[in-house]
């Protein structure tokens, strides 16, 4: 999958689709004149499909509907699962850490500055007796979110660009901003009956 990544970056070096500001400039200008088509929907869906729905440690999950990618997941061995697939956990870490890593590389690109290295971790924190319910006081979800943020980048850029570079890629990051301020949510629920 790697190589198959490079040679998508390649092909897209080779013929100049490595400017944000091009690439971004028929977008501004169709939501500009259209607010309604700057909304999209991201999609993920687990589902019983790949995992008997009685096994009570594994899933599976679908990223994406345009060029889906299937992962196997694992309930965390926190919690009793066996961790030997990436848990829910791990994928909001993936999330946050992909988003801010791309944000950075769009906003760097828009900036003209040339990054040299870039390298997002992002550690969740949580006591897993609230999902247990071994304590009504502990909440479910996570308590703590700590990002390790490095980059560095070509001699001639300045201190305050870099300041400037990581508040605006902060700024941009969709998910770290959807963490930050938690949007409504709604559930459907179906249920059947045999």
């Known amino acids: 999958m790697l190589a198959d990544h490079k040679n998508i970056i390649e092909t897209h ?14 977008l501004r200008e169709e939501y500009e004149k259209d607010p309604n088509a700057a909304w999209i929907i991201d999609s993920a869906r687990a589902s019983s ?9 594994h899933g599976h999950v679908v990223f994406g509907t345009g060029v889906p990618a299937s992962q196997a997941i694992s309930a965390h061995k926190a919690v009793g ?3 030997d697939f990436p848990c829910p956990g791990e994928a909001l870490a993936a999330a946050i850490a992909s988003c801010l890593d791309i944000s950075t590389r769009m906003v760097a690109n828009l900036l003209g ?14 006591d897993v007796r609230g999902t247990l319910m071994m304590d009504r006081t502990v909440p479910v979800g ?8 490095n980059l560095k980048a070509a001699n001639d850029v300045t201190e305050e660009q870099l ?5 605006a890629a902060e700024r941009s990051c969709v998910i ?3 963490v930050k301020n938690p949007p409504r949510i709604s559930v459907q629920r179906n249920a059947y009956f045999k």
Do not use: W
């Open 49 to 57: 499909d790949q995992v008997n729905p009685n096994y009570p440690v």
């Open 163 to 167: 300041q400037t570079l990581m508040t």
């Open 81 to 83: 699962g066996e961790s």
């Open 13 to 26: 070096r080779q013929h100049g689709q490595n400017s944000v500001r091009r690439l971004q400039a028929p």
């Open 176 to 178: 770290l901003e959807t």
């Open 142 to 149: 996570f308590q703590q979110v700590d990002i390790a943020y």
């Open 113 to 126: 500055i040339k990054l040299l290295h870039l390298e997002v971790t992002v550690d969740l924190g949580i």
